[in-house]
């Protein structure tokens, strides 16, 4: 049974340009949370998707976005990227009542 | 609104020590209590959790923790240290133990162990 899985593992962009990262769930799970950990942070939550919809949303500017599919699987759109959004983006997958498996992540390094 | 505060950013051990990583919450309403472990380069495998019931959570790898309401504390231990421990910690705290409900993580613990 495939864990959470995240694609791709490492990206290399530059100040202003766009970019979209990809997270399978766990088989099962229905809902997928997305993280940002900035190097030496814990986790700061940017925001869950459950039936194709935004759910929650935490302190993150609009140029934050991402979207649900119909099989569960979800991407993370960043626009207009800054120095400061070089981090390690984490995908974390859920069904009710059974907790969170977290994917390995996706270093983002902005240059 | 929650937040945890996880008290030494690194702490350092001999192999077969005590561990002891603190955590404490701030919650308005009943916490559910997590620990994260994540080696270099790898994302987050949960440790233990507390929800309710037995405020001596037990979990893998021979760690186990303590809730405490009146402390407001969660905090880590394992009785033997061992190399393999050596990692980062985190301890996060949520309103539900549901999927919709989002996690607020601690700075974090870095473990050393020394041989």
């Known amino acids: 049974d495939a864990g959470v899985t995240q694609s791709p593992t490492h990206l290399i962009k530059t100040r202003g340009q766009q970019v979209t990262l990809r997270c399978s769930p766990k088989?099962?799970?229905?809902?997928v949370s997305w993280y940002q950990q900035a190097l030496g942070q814990g986790p700061q939550f940017i925001f869950q998707?459950?039936?194709?919809?935004?759910?929650q949303r935490g302190n993150f500017p609009d140029r934050f976005s991402g979207h649900q599919f119909p099989n569960y699987s979800s991407e993370l759109n960043v626009n207009a990227l800054l120095l400061g959004d070089s981090a390690l983006y984490l995908c974390?997958?859920?069904?009710?009542?059974?907790?969170?498996?977290f994917g390995s992540g996706t270093r983002l390094t902005v240059v | 609104a929650q937040s945890v505060t996880q008290l030494g950013s690194h702490v350092s051990v001999s192999e077969g020590a005590l561990v002891l990583l603190r955590c404490n919450y701030s919650?308005?309403?009943?916490?559910?209590l997590f620990w994260y472990v994540q080696y270099p380069n790898q994302g987050l495998q949960l440790l233990l959790k507390?929800?309710?019931?037995?405020?001596l959570v037990k979990g893998i790898n021979g760690f186990e923790a303590e809730f405490k309401k009146s402390e407001t504390s969660f905090h880590l231990t394992k009785p033997s240290a061992h190399m393999s421990d050596a990692a980062e910690y985190f301890c996060?705290?949520?309103?539900?133990?549901?999927?919709?409900?989002?996690?607020?993580f601690g700075e974090g613990t870095q473990l050393t162990v020394n041989p």
């Open positions: 919650s308005s309403v009943p916490p559910y």
């Open positions: 507390y929800t309710t019931g037995a405020t």
């Open positions: 998707y459950y039936e194709e919809e935004e759910r």
């Open positions: 974390a997958s859920s069904l009710s009542g059974y907790g969170y498996t």
């Open positions: 088989s099962g799970h229905d809902t």
């Open positions: 996060a705290v949520s309103d539900r133990e549901t999927s919709g409900s989002r996690l607020t």
